[in-house]
């Protein structure tokens, strides 16, 4: 079981990629990214009549190595510039919207929960598969793709999804179902107790009573004071 999900965090779950498994994960690379040309091409080049092919595929290809983290167009555009590729913020903005609507990247806006109220700046995005992470992001640790994965698995039950803003730190999700909050902590190992203090302390601002959880990849329940805790791999098993 732990392999499966070991080779489902690296490369993914695109169709085609376990057969090349097998024969060399390089073709499993040159599949995805073939695999993206051909949504770029067919979903927004001819669609949206893009004229700056060369920083739509940069930009596909920087959002896959900045997963988890906050957006900043200003930063993007520098990047760009630095690369010689002259594009403005708002084009910035459009070619991100794009990506996003041919289901590549999936924005997750941040949410004040002291406030209850959506928030406009420092949103993240996250991809639709984890393959995206290897083929773009290789030196993003294993925390990044398991706060992906778990993104991807609320995205898939139905849950409306937002970082959460608290009055000094976040957590990693708020995530809404008929209008209820659930709030959710993802790690790699609660390896030592400055980490289970610093995953179960970011709940302590949140005063309401919905429920709160920590995923990570311990089999031992560190479950504590209301607040759950979970393997992650039982969590995606649990559906």
Not at 10 to 15: K, M, N
Not at 75 to 98: C, K
Not at 135 to 152: D, Q
Request: proline share 2%.
């Amino acid at each position: 079981m732990e392999d499966s999900f070991d080779r489902y965090l690296q490369y993914g779950g695109f169709p085609g990629a376990y057969q090349l498994l097998s024969i060399d994960t390089s073709f499993v690379h040159e599949y995805v990214q073939a695999l993206l040309h051909d949504i770029i091409t067919k979903d927004i080049l001819v669609r949206k009549r893009v004229q700056n092919i060369d920083a739509l595929l940069r930009l596909a290809s920087y959002l896959g190595s900045i997963v988890g983290s906050p957006v900043s167009s200003k930063r993007i555009a520098d990047v760009l510039a630095s690369e010689r590729m002259s594009i403005s913020h708002n084009t910035i903005l459009d070619y991100m919207g794009y990506l996003n609507e041919s289901y590549l990247y999936s924005k997750c806006s941040r949410y004040n929960v002291t406030g209850k109220e959506m928030l406009r700046t420092n949103y993240r995005e996250y991809a639709v598969d984890n393959a995206l992470i290897s083929l773009f992001g290789s030196e993003r640790n294993i925390g990044y793709r398991l706060e992906n994965l778990v993104y991807n698995e609320l995205c898939a039950r139905g849950f409306e999804e937002f970082t959460g803003r608290l009055y000094n730190g976040e957590v990693d999700f708020v995530a809404f179902k008929e209008n209820k909050p659930q709030y959710i902590q993802v790690c790699y190992l609660l390896a030592e107790e400055g980490i289970i203090e610093r995953e179960f302390g970011a709940f302590k601002p949140i005063r309401d009573s919905y429920p709160k959880l920590v995923l990570s990849m311990d089999s031992f329940d560190f479950s504590q004071n209301g607040i759950q805790h979970q393997s992650i791999i039982d969590w995606l098993l649990g559906g």
